[in-house]
């Protein structure tokens, strides 16, 4: 084999990166400094709660091409559930309003002409708001593409919020407009909702890992890289020489390559001083998760019991997951709670649950949250802000045996999975890997 590709970071755009290299004329050294893989996307047992739970629910779109193109490599597809149709429950707690949208499959908006199917009460005319994020310039906010009515408050709001992790107000259109652009503006078949059966870890990281021993990856966990060192050719033939780990360093060859797949400020911190006028994004937002311990697991009934969740609209509580006897909650752009008391928050979104949940299920809620993990995620994504978005670097440096992945690099989506794995494919294909074997 000629040459080492050394992937630093065993979060979503690495193991991507790994998986889609392995198998070429490379030897793969997967560096991660944490004690498992998985990164911002990952399960563990909680002994209080006394079951395995995720950091935070995911929801990905069947639109994702990048998480199904791996998932298919590592042979995890069927690790995945849901609906398998492009349905969504949802309720206003404030209205007390319940609904389904249930988008058409094709390209053709048919839902839109059936009352029954799209969001209550909203006006064709607001469609507009679709268009204007479409066109969005990169220094138009979310909250000027949407015009007043149930339509943005419903549906737009909820999924810009979601899918940015950022308040409408200050949120970027451009990125919004091309998750639109990629999944509702193609149709229900690009739009069914997928989460992981199990966990997070189950999907993402353990069938990877086993398939990247299986195809003699070497995978080095606790391996923090603390340091690069460059040659002291000028641009552009500087290329990293030498990788600093906390058990010493590990000199490059000619032929080795590196992708590096870490988060936002390490990568800042290991190439700032190398590359002038470096940019990362600065300013990020957290995202909490409320996972709920049920003595006993709940049967759920209706639109809830075929999609397994419920989005909500009007309370805190933004999307519902039920798991067996764990209720999760996930609440985005959490930034605006941290000043919060937090039993105030826990007791503010269990009375949210109950509302979403009590009649579509078997038997009532406790009136008191039963036992809970709350999980904040403070630095969950970048914020997906028009500025935040000028700062993402694009994958190639200065660097020539250099490129970059994560989800904060320029893929022109906002901080998800599917734009994490997208760089770390990215990456790969920059430096000329392909697999002898085409999937
Ligand atoms: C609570 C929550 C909910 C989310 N919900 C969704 C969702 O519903 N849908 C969706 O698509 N996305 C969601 N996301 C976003 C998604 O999880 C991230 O976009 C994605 O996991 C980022 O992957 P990454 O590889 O770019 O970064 P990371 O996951 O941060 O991976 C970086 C890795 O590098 C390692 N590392 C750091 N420094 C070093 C070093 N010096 N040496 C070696 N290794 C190092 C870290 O330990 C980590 O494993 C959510 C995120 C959170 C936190």
Partial sequence: MVGTLHIIGGGMAGLAAAVDAVGTCKHIVLHEAGSVCGGRARSYDDKHLGCRIDNGNHLFLSANKAIFRYLNLIGAVETLTGPKTPLFPFIDVLEDVRWTLSLSRGKLPWWLFQSHRRVPDMRLLELRSLYKLLVATRNTT???????????????MPFSISALNTSCETGSAALLGAVVRESLFQGGNACIPWFVREGLSETF??????????MQAEIRLQ???TRIDVSQESPPHQRVTALHTTHGAIPLTQDDQVILAVTAPVAQNLLGEHIPHFTTPTDFESILNLHFRLDTPPVPLGSLARC???????????????????????????????????????????????????????YPLPLDPPAQRVVWEKRATFAATPLQNHLRPGPTTLLTNLVIAGDWTSTELPATVEGAMRSGM??????????????
């Fill in 205 to 214: 990281v353990t069938p990877a890992l086993a398939y990247l021993r299986y």
């Fill in 223 to 225: 391996s923090r890289i």
């Fill in 426 to 439: 990215k990456a790969v294909e920059i430096l000329g890997l392909k697999k002898p074997i085409l999937h």
């Fill in 308 to 362: 397994g969740f419920i989005g909500v609209i009007g309370g805190i509580a933004e999307w519902i997951f039920l798991r067996d006897s764990v209720i999760s909650v996930t609440v985005s752009a959490a930034n605006r709670f941290s000043d919060d008391n937090l039993e105030h928050l826990v007791h503010r979104i269990w009375y949210d649950v109950r509302r979403a949940c009590d009649s579509v299920l078997s």
């Fill in 142 to 156: 979310v909250a000027e593409c949407l015009l007043p009515g149930t339509f943005s408050q419903r549906l737009l």
